[in-house]
């Protein structure tokens, strides 16, 4: 496709968990620009935290390769247009967008949409209880994304095989995803990778944690690079 059609993006979270490499201004990710520069950079789907979620997009969106990070507990990746990804070369047209994936262990709670609107200091401008995932819409901090996103955001949140998962969608400016259409987007993402990741052994060990189980979820899903 001609490079109108391939959206240039850069991926917001540079953790140590992330581990990416940046290059250009602002710590941004090198982006692609044409089917012949650009490697194939799509997966269907990739497993983290040691196999027990397995991450993979609506039709459409693929798994960055290039940001694939993993341990036996915790991982990230992120989602975005195979088209896009695979420099043209495979998948249909779809609305540009990113959706990070992070994965820590489970505390004993999991932080509301209030609490982490308050830790990235941004309003909550909307909760939703979605049938996989309960998603906040976030007021700002999505225009650090990539250039041309939008300020509004969305983040989601959800517990399985004793992880949790937390989920951010970035779009461009007044795309349908930085509206309702992201709450939507963000549970298809959820049950997608709920319904194809291996149910834990119930028997697994559990790890013990003496930490503001709130505070340490919330610092290891969303780090202070990551806000």
């Known amino acids: 496709p001609p490079r109108s059609t391939l959206f240039p993006y850069t991926t917001l979270f540079r953790s140590a968990l992330a581990g990416c490499d940046t290059t250009g201004s602002n710590n941004a990710l090198s982006f692609l620009a044409t089917g012949e520069e650009a490697p194939n950079l799509a997966l269907a789907r990739t497993t983290l935290a040691g196999g027990d979620v397995t991450v993979l997009g609506p039709d459409g969106y693929c798994v960055d390769a290039s940001t694939q990070r993993s341990t036996r507990t915790t991982g990230f990746a992120t989602l ?25 262990p489970a505390g004993d709670t999991a932080p509301t949409m ?16 979605m ?60 049950s997608r990778i709920r319904a194809n990741s291996t149910a834990q052994d119930p028997s697994a060990e559990q790890s013990q944690n003496t930490e503001d189980p709130v505070a340490t979820t919330l610092s290891r899903l969303f780090g202070n690079n990551d806000l």
């Open 114 to 129: 209030a609490a982490l609107a308050a830790a990235i200091g941004t309003e909550l401008l909307a909760e939703n209880e």
């Open 131 to 190: 049938s996989a995932v309960t998603v906040g819409h976030m007021a700002t901090g999505g225009e650090t994304a990539f250039d041309g996103s939008d300020t509004r955001h969305w983040r989601g949140v959800f517990e399985m095989n004793g992880h949790i998962v937390g989920l951010a969608l970035y779009a461009p400016k007044d795309s349908p995803l930085v509206g309702a259409q992201g709450a939507a987007f963000l549970n298809t993402v959820s």
């Open 80 to 104: 975005a247009s195979c088209n896009i990804l695979s420099g043209g070369q495979s998948g249909p047209i779809v609305e540009p967008g990113i959706v990070t994936v992070t994965v820590q």
